[in-house]
């Protein structure tokens, strides 16, 4: 569907930043699915156990076998703010996160926000306007097609800016990678 770049707040979820970066980079991410679409409020993915189709049915309990304490901070959920997912514990966030589709502020103070989508809004809609059907537990939620995470990478935000200066410079391009 197309890349999503995120910009990261470590000043107000420190430890959550460096959390999902570590993830990442171990290749965590890779192959998992968004599991959980609810159109006009979030995407949600991270599970590790959404790499198996045998496992669907617990789909949305995976994670890294640790969990997190939480950061709760003053950043507000807006469309394209990246935020942890959790249990009724609120320091049960492990790996599963959620990115907003539109405001949530039922959400601040209440969950970790920790991000916020960058570049690649259109590709965020576009999974958002995925069909969906019923999950297990009655949500009208679950993709009717897997969306895969293909790859998480993780980059210096000047390796963004000098990807956009090329952009620019060669017309509105993107150059080859």
């Known amino acids: ?33 968004f599991h959980r679409i609810v159109k006009g409020f979030m995407i949600q993915g991270g599970d590790p156990l959404t790499r ?37 514990d609120p320091d049960s966030a492990g790996s599963q996160f959620f ?7 039922f959400l601040d103070g209440q969950y970790t926000a920790f991000g916020k989508v ?4 259109e590709v965020l809609d576009r999974i958002a306007e ?9 949500e009208v939620s679950k993709p009717v097609e897997r969306v895969e995470l293909k790859r998480i990478r993780i980059v210096p935000a000047s390796a963004i800016a000098a990807s956009d200066s090329r952009e620019e410079a060669s017309g509105g391009e993107k150059p080859a990678e």
């Open 1 to 33: 569907m197309g890349d999503i770049v995120v910009e990261f707040w470590p000043e107000v979820a420190p430890n959550t930043v460096e959390n999902f970066k570590s993830l990442a980079r171990r290749g965590f991410y890779d192959g998992t699915c």
């Open 118 to 121: 960058i570049r690649g809004v």
């Open 130 to 138: 995925t069909p969906v059907t019923e999950s297990p537990d009655g």
């Open 52 to 88: 198996d189709e045998d496992k669907e049915h617990l789909w949305g309990t995976g994670g890294p076998g640790y969990q997190l304490k939480a950061e709760f901070n003053d950043r507000r959920h807006e469309k394209g703010v990246i935020s942890m997912a959790r249990s009724e």
């Open 99 to 105: 990115i907003c589709l539109d405001k949530a502020d």
